[in-house]
């Protein structure tokens, strides 16, 4: 299997609304892309399937190696091999890599976050850096656009949190700041054991209410940034936008009901709203 066949797997099998969206990319860039993300999977299953921190701190340790040894131009990964060939057309620094295996460090050394401030520091690391480069990849020419990934990259990252806090409770996760946590009344133990009776409910809704609403704020807060010149180059951020839109609109539309339930879109609808943002521009 060749690194590029190693990549689009990597890729296919996770049924990540990414996916979608690197269809519709020209051939060079979406290859580009898909390395990157393949990359970017790799070290996040570190710590998803980590059952001993010990063997996932060192195989995160191995990932900053390899990171190192590829820009030296001795990558030994098929994710590094197919990425590499990309990062000087494209401009992505090792900087960068490091950054994403940095905070997935995070993951295995923090499971609170104190306030809406410190998950942001997290959330930078491992979705405003993966937002920055893919908009490089994606043909970045204005300045601006950089704060616009970011800022898109942290509304996903926040959809993600709403979507799974039921699967990270499991993990013995929670990364709903603890001070909003107190603001209405939820207490930790309760997201771990996954309550559900009708005193918790109303609770648990109104702080994810909280969330989602601040997570729209920051799609709207994204798409005012991105500068006009880039809005077609930006194409395939713009249908992650439109898919992960419609998701948090899924789990307001359920009440949130995501403590013992992943709620997900359908393969044919996320490919109608890339579609959707490819023929029509519509998010």
Excluded at 30 to 44: G, K, L, P, Q, S
Excluded at 221 to 238: C, F, H, N, V
């Amino acid at each position: 299997m060749t690194p590029q066949d190693y990549v689009q797997q990597k890729a296919a099998a996770s049924g990540s609304s990414f996916y979608y969206a690197f269809l519709f990319l020209p051939a060079p860039r979406r290859a580009a892309i898909t390395a990157f993300y393949a990359f970017c999977r790799e070290v996040d299953d570190v710590v998803d399937e980590a059952v001993d921190l010990g063997v996932a701190q060192t195989k995160l340790a191995w990932w900053q190696s390899e990171v190192s040894k590829a820009f030296a131009g001795h990558p030994s990964h098929p994710a590094t091999q197919a990425l590499m060939p990309w990062t000087q057309t494209y401009g992505i620094e090792q900087r960068q890599l490091q950054a994403v295996i940095e905070g997935c460090q995070m993951d295995l050394q923090q499971t609170r976050y104190l306030d809406f401030a410190g998950l942001q520091g997290y959330c930078h690391l491992v979705a405003g850096v993966v937002g920055e480069v893919a908009a490089q990849i994606f043909g970045q020419t204005q300045e601006q656009t950089t704060q616009y990934a970011h800022r898109l990259g942290l509304a996903f990252q926040l959809t993600n949190i709403i979507r799974d806090v039921g699967e990270d409770a499991m993990r013995g996760r929670i990364y709903l700041p603890v001070s909003e946590l107190q603001q209405f009344d939820v207490k930790a133990h309760e997201l771990l054991k996954r309550e559900d009776s009708a005193e918790f409910r109303p609770r648990f809704s109104a702080l994810m209410q909280f969330q989602a609403q601040r997570a729209h704020r920051l799609y709207d807060e994204a798409l005012s940034l991105l500068p006009p010149a880039d809005r077609r180059s930006q194409k395939p951020g713009l249908m992650m936008a439109s898919i992960y839109r419609a998701l948090l609109r899924e789990i307001e539309r359920d009440d949130f009901r995501v403590l013992h339930q992943r709620v997900s879109l359908t393969p044919l609808r996320k490919l109608w709203l890339a579609w959707k943002v490819q023929a029509l521009g519509r998010l």
